[in-house]
């Protein structure tokens, strides 16, 4: 209401400082409080103190929030500005990603050139149909081989595909957004976003796949125990194919405990990074 945008896309800029005290369970009441700590009116950007209580004044969770509450307009251009003052990380999963007519050297002390006529490229280029031009995201663990170790069911299961895998250091996988996720209806009926919160559940959905095998606690439960350093870069819309690397960085194997890194991507943008710690029940129950 401060910023006269009743029903305006709103959308988060940073999250810092999560920790999860408590699971929240059916059947619960939880009860939020958000405090706002400073507000550029002028840009319509607020940071706030959040905090989610249960019944009996226990505490679940205690939060510190980065919020863009503004148009989407406004949004866009502060997200853009932003963006672009961040060194460009090409990340090289697919030719998906790139023209076909890009070539990557795995060895980046040689160079190739390749000589052609303009206009038999150009030739070439109508010629062959755009279905064609992009290959598939490859595939080292399909949805089948997913649910056997992740916990997940619909509607909440939100990865697709797993196109790298090392056990126990790091995976890659996908998303595909699509306008018919169950969420879309409602964030934003005019404007269909990816809600910020569901992208960091799915990039925690990849770091349990790295850590549970490890654990022995395939489809076992597993809890996020922190966030820390999350920034939003720029929005993931329907349509999009959200790229999740989830890389370990420091691991107690015997407490089912997991700090790890994470950032996503659409393309070659970097579209959200942060860092988790994740705890496998395996873990606590010993």
């Not at 569901?198 to 990849?206: D, G, H, R, S």
């Given at each position: 209401?401060e910023?006269e945008?009743?029903q ?8 810092d400082?999560?920790r999860?005290r ?5 059947g619960?009441?939880l009860?939020?409080?958000m405090?706002?700590l400073?507000?550029?009116?002028r840009?319509g950007l607020?940071?706030m103190e959040g905090?989610h209580?249960?019944?009996?004044n226990s505490?679940?969770?205690?939060c510190?929030?980065?919020?863009a ?9 502060l997200s ?8 460009r990380i090409p990340?090289?999963l697919?030719p998906?990603s790139h023209?076909?007519?890009?070539i990557h050297?795995k060895r980046?002390s040689?160079l190739?050139?390749?000589c052609?006529?303009?206009d038999d490229?150009?030739s ?6 755009i279905?064609l031009k ?7 663990m ?5 649910k056997?170790?992740?916990p997940h069911r ?5 990865v697709?595909r797993?196109?790298?895998?090392t056990p126990?250091v790091?995976a890659v996988a996908?998303?595909?957004v699509?306008i018919n ?9 005019d ?6 919160g ?9 770091g349990g ?8 606690g ?7 125990d ?10 993931v819309?329907a349509?999009d194919?959200l790229v ?5 960085l420091?691991?107690?194997?015997r407490f089912?405990?997991a ?6 991507y659409v393309?070659a ?6 860092e988790f710690?994740?705890v496998s029940?395996a873990?606590t129950s010993s």
């Open positions: 209401m910023v945008g009743s305006d896309n709103f959308f988060f800029s940073g999250i400082k999560v999860f408590k699971p929240v369970t059916a619960d009441t009860v939020m409080r405090t706002l400073n507000f550029q009116k840009f607020a940071k905090k209580e249960g019944q009996a505490l679940h969770c205690l510190s929030l980065i919020m509450i503004t148009t989407s307009n406004s949004v866009l251009s853009s500005s932003h963006h672009d003052n961040q060194p990340l090289i697919s998906r023209p076909v007519s890009l050297n980046p040689s190739a050139i390749r052609f006529n303009k490229n150009v070439s280029e109508k010629d062959t149909p279905e992009f290959s598939a995201f490859p595939t080292v399909d949805i089948n081989k997913i056997e170790i992740l619909f509607p909440l299961l939100l697709d797993v196109i790298e895998y126990g790091s996908i998303k595909n699509t996720d169950n969420f879309f209806p409602g964030h934003f009926p404007r269909p976003i990816l809600p910020g569901l992208m960091i559940e799915a990039m925690t959905q990849v796949i790295v850590m549970l095998p490890e654990v022995g395939s489809q076992d439960n597993f809890f996020v922190g966030i820390d350093k999350v920034k939003f870069h720029k929005p819309i349509g194919t999740m690397r989830m890389t370990i420091s691991f107690q194997k089912g405990l700090k790890m890194e994470g950032k996503a393309g943008s970097l579209v959200c990074e942060g710690t994740i029940s873990g």
